[in-house]
C-alpha cells in the first residue's frame, strides 16, 4: 500500500497526520484565549450600530436661569473646571435650553463634558457610558486595546487562527470509509466521544468561515502588505486599473468581514429582513470560532492534562 493509499484510507498512521495533529493541537491551545476573545466580541458587535442607537441618549434639557452665556463664558467655565485642559470646541445646539457639549485636551487625553448654557456648571460626560463601551469592545476587538502593536499582534493571531484551520481540516478527514461520520453527531457514545465528534463536525461545516474571518481579520490587521502582495500579483497597469481581480478579492475579504449587506453585489440593501438575516448569520457563525476553542480545550483537558495529574 503506498503512502497516499494509507492517507486515504488510514490516515491515522501516517506520520504526516501525527504530526499536523500536533500543530493543530498546540497551536489551539496557544491562541486558545485570543480566539475565544475576537470571536465572542466580533458576534457581539455585528449588532454595534443597534447597540450605539440603544445607548444614545436624548439631548439634556436644563430650566433658564437668566442670560444665556456666550462661547468665550463657556470656554472659560471648562478651562477653570479642568485646569490645564486646552479646549477644543464648544458644541452648537438649536435649542437654547440644551446642555454644550465642550471638548477639551491636555496631556492626559481627551474628555467631552456637558455644561450648562446658562451657569456654566459641569454636568456630565457627554458621551454615556453605553457607547463608551462599546467603542471600548469595538478597540478590543480590532487592535486588543494596544493601537498598532495590538493590531499587529492581532494579525499575527489572525495568521496563527489560518493555520488552525487549515490544520484541523487534514485532522479531521478519518478515512475514505467513515469519512460521513465526521459529519454529523451521534448518540448513546459517550460525553467524550460526543465532545470530539461535535468538535469535528463543526470544524467540517464552519471551516469555510472560520478560514474566512481568519483571513480577512489578518488583512484588516495590515492592509498595506496585502495590497502590496496583491500588486505584485496583478501589477497595476492603464488596462487593469478598474478591474483587477485582486482588488475585487480584497473588497470582499473586507466586506464579508463584517457581514453588511448595503455593498455592490447585494440584491437587497437598507434595514429589513435581509439586514437582520445576514447579522444573526454572521453572529452565529462568529460564534463558531469560540465553540472550537471550548470543544477543543475539553479535548486537550481529556487526553494531556487528566493523564498527566493522574500520574502524579
Known amino acids: 500500500m503506498t503512502y497516499w493509499q494509507r492517507w486515504i484510507r488510514r490516515p491515522q498512521t501516517t506520520w504526516l ?16 484565549l485570543y480566539v475565544l476573545l475576537v470571536s465572542l466580541t466580533g458576534s457581539i458587535l455585528v449588532y454595534r450600530n443597534e447597540l450605539y442607537r440603544v445607548a444614545t441618549r436624548d439631548p439634556v434639557i436644563v430650566a433658564e436661569s437668566g442670560p444665556r452665556l456666550t462661547d468665550e463664558q463657556l470656554k472659560g467655565a471648562a478651562t477653570r473646571a479642568y485646569p490645564g485642559y486646552t479646549v477644543l470646541s464648544v458644541g452648537q445646539v438649536r435649542n437654547p435650553d440644551q446642555a454644550v457639549d465642550i471638548a477639551l485636551r491636555s496631556h492626559a487625553g481627551l474628555k467631552n463634558r456637558l455644561f450648562n448654557p446658562y451657569t456654566g456648571a459641569d454636568l456630565g460626560d457627554s458621551v454615556p457610558l453605553g457607547i463608551r463601551l462599546v467603542s471600548k469592545l469595538l478597540e478590543l476587538h480590532d487592535d486588543l486595546l494596544g493601537g498598532r502593536t495590538g493590531r499587529k499582534i492581532n494579525g499575527i493571531g489572525a495568521v496563527l487562527l489560518v493555520v488552525v484551520s487549515l490544520t484541523g481540516i487534514v485532522v479531521w478527514w478519518p478515512g475514505i470509509q467513515t469519512w460521513r461520520r465526521g459529519l454529523t453527531l451521534h448518540r448513546n457514545v459517550g460525553w467524550q466521544r460526543f465532545n470530539w465528534d461535535l468538535h469535528k463536525m463543526m470544524g467540517f461545516w464552519t471551516f469555510g468561515v472560520i478560514l474566512l474571518f481568519a483571513i480577512s481579520g489578518a488583512y484588516l490587521s495590515d492592509p498595506e502588505r496585502f495590497q502590496d502582495l496583491a500588486d505584485r500579483i496583478e501589477p497595476l497597469t492603464d488596462a487593469n486599473s478598474r478591474s483587477r481581480i485582486v482588488d475585487q478579492v480584497i473588497y470582499w475579504l473586507a466586506y464579508l468581514h463584517f457581514g453588511r449587506i448595503n455593498g455592490i453585489g447585494i440584491p ?6 435581509c439586514d437582520s438575516a445576514t447579522k444573526l448569520t454572521w453572529a452565529v ?21 487528566r493523564k498527566k495529574l493522574k500520574r502524579v
Not at 17 to 32: C, E, V
Open 17 to 32: 497526520r501525527k504530526a499536523t495533529f500536533q500543530i493543530h493541537l498546540w497551536s489551539g491551545i496557544g491562541i486558545g
Open 285 to 305: 457563525f462568529g460564534l463558531a470560532p469560540a465553540a472550537m476553542v471550548v470543544t477543543g480545550a475539553i479535548m486537550w483537558w481529556n487526553r494531556v492534562v
Open 268 to 273: 437587497c440593501k437598507g434595514p429589513g429582513v
